[in-house]
């Protein structure tokens, strides 16, 4: 049996995973309307990704003998001032992500909660990528500047991004 503090930190979490992939959501609707379909691609596959996070915890937890007690979501911006600025807010995202699974990692281990552990070391190493990814983006925007072939081609690279399903989820661990 699951601790009710490791519980409730998953469930949590999950709610963060599932405002993450509202957020990712918002910000494919964004791109699709603003002509951005390879951006939209993008997000679309964030979008998967979170979801399968949360179904990642929520298997986990009812495997535990848990509870999965889904809260709200809260609402998420809609609006970004350029394709830097959507990306710098990924980021910005991804680290406070990467700073929640941390901090789930320090109560499963305060609580002695070695099998959380073990799967939370699945997140851990997932955030060092998602972090990386966005940083990637970012300097290459950057790069990019005004260069409208430069985003073209960009837009065109992103829009080629296919949807993998996360290895917990094809394991059913």
Not at 30 to 48: M, P, S, T, V, Y
């Amino acid at each position: 049996m699951i601790s009710n503090k490791v519980q409730e930190a998953i469930n949590n979490q999950i709610n963060a995973e599932f405002w993450s992939a509202y957020l990712y959501l918002s910000m494919a609707q964004f791109f699709h309307a603003n002509g951005r379909q390879g951006l939209a691609n993008w997000f679309d596959i964030q979008f998967k990704e979170e979801q399968a996070h949360a179904q990642i915890l929520i298997n986990y937890l009812n495997s535990r003998g848990g509870r999965v007690l889904l809260k709200a979501i809260d609402s998420v911006p809609t609006e970004w001032k350029s394709e830097l600025d959507a990306f710098e807010a990924v980021l910005a995202h991804e680290e406070k992500v990467t700073a929640m699974i941390n901090n789930l990692y320090s109560i499963a281990e305060s609580e002695h909660d070695y099998a959380t552990r073990g799967r939370l070391d699945w997140f851990v190493s997932e955030q060092v990528e998602e972090e990386e990814t966005a940083r990637t983006i970012i300097d290459r925007l950057k790069l990019i500047g005004d260069n409208g072939l430069a985003m073209y081609t960009l837009d065109t690279e992103l829009g080629a991004r296919t949807y993998t399903e996360p290895s917990p989820l094809a394991t059913n661990e």
